[in-house]
């Protein structure tokens, strides 16, 4: 059962335009959510949180929307560079520690 | 300051041959560790955790198992390996207000 959805597998945009990814999940108690960022052949790496206390997050270009009355959850990415092409996932827990993961969107920012 | 080293970083076996892939981490005590799996269209599957010394929790049904003999030591084990279990292998240790950070990961190819 997949309680966090990325439903779209693939997101390409010019350099300098918004990127915007999505997530969906089913779960109410879910409290806290993060955004991962995956290069090839590495590891998954932190990128940006939010708490189900607030509906916004903002760090430099990385922007997270939360609404939690439609369980969606966005990353906006203004302006996107070709550095950003990447996998991103998001994840969300509601015990503090074991996250559930969506199946990941892979971003190409198109020089 | 806290670090994970995950190795072999690529690894080609033979069906049926065994495997044993190991995740140690440094910096801290006692913490929670996961072994993931990242399959095309599947995103991050979560395949064991462990809270402690000797305690590992299976998520699915499988052809591995885990073993966590020190504190800061987990090993994702197989006795015969299968085509299916190809994948990229990713170790994470928990930490509450930043999800989890991920090791490098392992490329393993079954042939």
């Known amino acids: 059962d997949q309680q966090v959805k990325q439903n779209s597998p693939s997101l390409s945009v010019q350099e300098g335009r918004i990127s915007i990814l999505n997530c969906d999940y089913t779960n109410s108690m879910f409290d806290y959510f993060l955004w991962y960022k995956k290069y090839p052949a590495e590891g998954p790496t932190f990128l940006i949180s939010?708490?189900?206390?607030?509906d916004k997050n903002e760090d430099g270009r990385f922007t997270v929307f939360l609404n939690k009355s439609a369980k969606h959850l966005s990353l906006h990415i203004v302006p996107s560079q070709p550095g950003d092409s990447a996998v991103y996932f998001c994840a969300a827990s509601y015990t503090g520690n074991q996250f559930y993961f969506g199946t990941g969107t892979s971003l190409t920012v198109i020089p | 300051s806290q670090t994970i080293h995950q190795w072999p970083a690529t690894l080609v076996q033979p069906v049926g041959s065994p495997l044993s892939l190991e995740c140690t981490v440094e910096g801290t005590s006692n913490p929670n560790l996961y072994w993931y799996r990242q399959a095309a269209g599947r995103g991050l599957q979560l395949l064991f955790y462990s809270v402690g010394i000797g305690q590992i929790s299976s998520e699915v049904p499988q052809n591995l198992s885990a073993s966590r003999p020190q504190d800061r030591q987990f090993i994702l084990s197989s006795k015969k390996l299968l085509l299916s279990d190809s994948g990229f292998y990713l170790c994470a240790y928990g930490q509450s207000n930043y999800g989890y950070t991920f090791g490098s990961g392992t490329r393993l190819t079954v042939v």
């Open positions: 939010i708490s189900s206390i607030k």
